[in-house]
């Protein structure tokens, strides 16, 4: 059984820009990657970006500098 961590969850209206996310954190080495939206969430998209919660910083600069439109930043066990 897989023990539960706090987790940053950001949220995407559209796939394409969790995709986005995704390709712009691994160019600038941000630590995450793409799960399906938590039960505990609604989405546009069935897709977030998960990340250490440290590395928040890191992701909103990253989303930001891309352009990139996020839907929501949540915290979670997941």
Do not use: N
Request: charged share 25%; net charge neutral; with cysteine.
């Amino acid at each position: 059984m897989r023990v539960k961590q706090l987790r940053l969850i950001v949220t995407f209206q559209t796939t394409t820009a969790a995709m986005a996310m995704e390709k712009v954190c691994a160019e600038r080495g941000v630590p995450g990657r793409l799960i399906p939206v938590p039960r505990e969430i609604t989405a546009g998209c069935g897709m977030a970006w998960s990340a250490p919660p440290d590395a928040r910083d890191a992701v909103e600069k990253a989303a930001r500098e891309a352009g990139i439109d996020t839907d929501g930043w949540h915290e979670l066990m997941v």
